[in-house]
């Protein structure tokens, strides 16, 4: 079982900066593949960026690229999603999510994640 508590949501005006963080317990070989989602009213989930913890490649959305930066401090148990030059489109509650499997294919899709955070906000204000 794996245990993820997400924290550092807030509102800031378009083009601040965010700094997310998600702290993780449990068995580290259920969380091979990490990484955060987010979901604004009336729309789909989605994959923001996602980074594999056993190698610490990443891979982004291309909607984030050059403006989010994911990583993990594996001492820590946690993983971290600074997001900069924010926009109002970035609007949305942010999950922190994990899996056992180490997903090289459609690593973004959110259905393939087995353990999920509560969730942060983020709003980002014009």
């Known amino acids: 079982q794996v245990q993820l508590v997400e924290s550092g949501g807030g509102s800031v005006q378009a083009g601040g900066s965010l700094r997310l963080s998600c702290a993780a317990t449990?068995?580290?070989?259920?969380?091979?593949?990490m990484g955060w989602f987010r979901q604004a009213p009336g729309k789909e989930r989605e994959g923001v960026a996602v980074?594999?913890?056993?190698?610490?490649?990443?891979n982004y959305a291309d909607s984030v690229k050059g403006r989010f930066t994911i990583s993990q401090d594996n001492a820590k148990n946690t993983m971290d999603l600074q997001m900069n030059s924010l926009k109002p489109e970035d609007t949305a509650m942010y999950y922190c999510?994990?899996?056992?499997?180490?997903?090289?294919?459609?690593?973004?899709?959110?259905?393939?994640?087995?353990?999920w955070g509560q969730g942060t906000q983020v709003t980002v204000s014009s």
């Open positions: 999510a994990a899996d056992p499997g180490r997903m090289y294919w459609r690593p973004l899709d959110p259905s393939k994640y087995t353990y």
């Open positions: 449990g068995d580290t070989f259920s969380r091979n593949t």
């Open positions: 980074i594999y913890i056993d190698g610490g490649s990443t």
